[in-house]
C-alpha cells in the first residue's frame, strides 16, 4: 500500500511516499510508524483513509489512499 506524506511529516521521513504492507487498521500503522519511523516522535500527525481523517481506530481496506498529515489549523 502506498502512503503519503505531506508537510514537516514528509521532511522527517526524507520523502513523500512509503510502501508498506497493510497493517489492517490505523491502529497497527501507526505502531508501525513510531517504531520504525523514529524522526516521528515528538510530531504530532494524523492519518487519513480515503480522504477522512481518522479520528479512532479505522479499517484500511486494500487499495485505501492513506495519508500522513501534519498539525494544521484554520477554519
Known amino acids: ?21 497493510n497493517p489492517g487498521n490505523s491502529d497497527r500503522l501507526l505502531e508501525h510508524l513510531n517504531e520504525n519511523y523514529p524522526d ?19 479499517i484500511i481496506p486494500i487499495g485505501a489512499e492513506v495519508a500522513i498529515l501534519p498539525p494544521f489549523s484554520g477554519g
Open 40 to 58: 516521528l516522535k515528538g510530531i504530532k500527525f494524523s492519518l487519513a483513509v480515503n480522504k477522512k481523517l481518522c479520528t479512532e481506530p479505522s
Open 1 to 21: 500500500m502506498k502512503v503519503k506524506a505531506f508537510g514537516m511529516v514528509a521532511e522527517k521521513l526524507g520523502k513523500q511516499e512509503l510502501v508498506l504492507e
